[in-house]
Structure formats: C-alpha cells, structure tokens
C-alpha cells in the first residue's frame, strides 16, 4: 500500500496536482513501484483531510496516463513501466527547470550565477544527507 505519511500538502497549487505530483515523484525515485495498491479514495481523502472528489479528480487523471488501474470494487493499482518511468522523469526535470530558469532570468540571474546557485546547494544537499 502506498504511504501518504510523507506528503505535504502546500499553498498555492490545487491538492489534486500535488498528489498527482506525490505519486509521480514517488515513481520516478523508486518508492512506488509497479503493482503499489493505493489507499481507496475514501480513505486518502480521509488521511489528508479532503474532498473525496478532489482524490477522485487525481486518480482520474492518473488513470488517462496510464499510470494506476482501477476496477469498480477494487483497490487501484499502479501501472508502471520502466518507459513510463524515464518519460515521468525527463517531464518532471524539464518542467522544474523550466521553472526555475524563468525565476532566475527574470531576477536577472546570469547562468554562470545560476550554475555557482546549484553547485553550492548540490554540495550543501550532499553534506545533509
């Protein structure tokens, strides 16, 4: 059964997206793997105190991309390949990178700062773990 103890919901981006977010990171590290029953929607939207709509709306989603299946009656299980996985990966960085390079152009953070900025904080991020 995939956890949810670890999820932390934030302001300012829908919760369905954060929970679409939570599963595809979750994939991509290796934390939830193909055949991961997740929790029924009654009782995700329960743990994290939400609309049970707002969890169907998520699965929903997941379930066009292929990545749960879900049958009336039964637990809804994650549906993963290893293709799925690298393409969830490649998405996921191009988006955050896109994201950042646009906040860092737009405070006038030249590349050679923005290269100095991830060298300092991957080190920082290696020392902590």
Same mark, same amino acid.
């Given at each position: ?17 954060q929970i679409l977010l939570f599963i595809k990171r979750g994939a991509v590290a290796g934390t939830i793997r193909d055949g991961d029953e997740l929790p029924s929607r009654r009782v995700l939207s329960a743990l994290l105190g939400i609309n ?13 991309? $292929?990545? /749960?299946? %879900?049958?009336? *009656? &039964?637990?809804?299980? @994650?549906? #993963?390949?290893? !293709?799925?996985?690298? +393409? =969830? ?5 191009? $988006?955050? /990178?896109? %994201?950042?390079? *646009? &906040?860092?152009?737009? @405070?006038? #953070?030249?590349? !050679?700062?923005?290269? +100095? =900025? ?5 080190? $920082? ?5």
């Amino acid at each position: 059964m995939i956890s949810f103890d670890t999820f932390k919901p934030t302001e300012g981006t829908p919760i369905y997206q954060q929970i679409l977010l939570f599963i595809k990171r979750g994939a991509v590290a290796g934390t939830i793997r193909d055949g991961d029953e997740l929790p029924s929607r009654r009782v995700l939207s329960a743990l994290l105190g939400i609309n049970p709509n707002t969890v169907q709306k998520a699965f929903h989603l997941l379930e066009e991309e $292929e990545l /749960i299946v %879900s049958q009336a *009656g &039964a637990k809804s299980v @994650m549906k #993963i390949t290893e !293709e799925k996985i690298q +393409k =969830l990966r490649e998405d996921l960085l191009r $988006e955050n /990178i896109r %994201s950042i390079t *646009g &906040a860092l152009r737009q @405070m006038g #953070i030249s590349r !050679e700062e923005a290269f +100095k =900025l991830i060298d300092q904080f991957w080190e $920082e991020e290696e020392t902590e773990a």
